[in-house]
């Protein structure tokens, strides 16, 4: 099986998150995390496509199986990556960061950065998994034949 679409649009996915952060920094609202459910759409739209040109490049060969699995590696990808970046981002380009967003929701700092990157990883595996499940509903072939 070939994975160079998944990862392709799992980096387009990435580049999305980041510029969104980034965007979001430049305007000071990085440190709410309400802000941070658009990252679904994002991840949700890099997912849904995914399995869409999956879909028109397999033709009648398309299977449940090729499109999920495309589905999760592009989600995945994306969720590592963007994991990698915010773990830089937050200890080496911005290193008050956490202590400002411990400051906003936690009293204790000491355990709250590796509670965060472990959020940041968990919150975008479980998108990826209930987007990824969500989609293909729209693109497995129906069972059911009229007669």
Not at 38 to 62: H, K, M, P, S
Not at 70 to 86: D, P, R, S
């Amino acid at each position: 099986m070939k994975f160079t679409l998944p990862i392709r649009f799992g980096i387009v996915a990435t580049g999305g998150l980041i510029a969104y952060f980034l965007l979001l920094s430049l305007i000071d609202l990085h440190t709410n995390v309400f802000y941070s459910l658009f990252n679904g759409v994002i991840t949700g739209f890099a997912i849904f496509e995914v399995i869409r040109f999956t879909r028109l490049q397999e033709g009648d060969g398309f299977t449940y199986s090729k499109g999920f699995t495309n589905g999760l590696i592009t989600g995945f990808l994306a969720t590592i990556l963007f994991t990698i970046f915010f773990a830089a981002y937050s200890t080496e380009l911005n290193p008050d960061f956490l202590k400002q967003l411990s400051e906003q929701w936690a009293s204790d700092y000491t355990n709250f950065k590796a509670i965060v990157f472990f959020t940041v990883a968990i919150m975008g595996f479980a998108t990826t998994i209930v987007m990824t499940l969500t989609f293909m509903q729209l693109f497995k072939s129906s069972n059911n034949s009229r007669k």
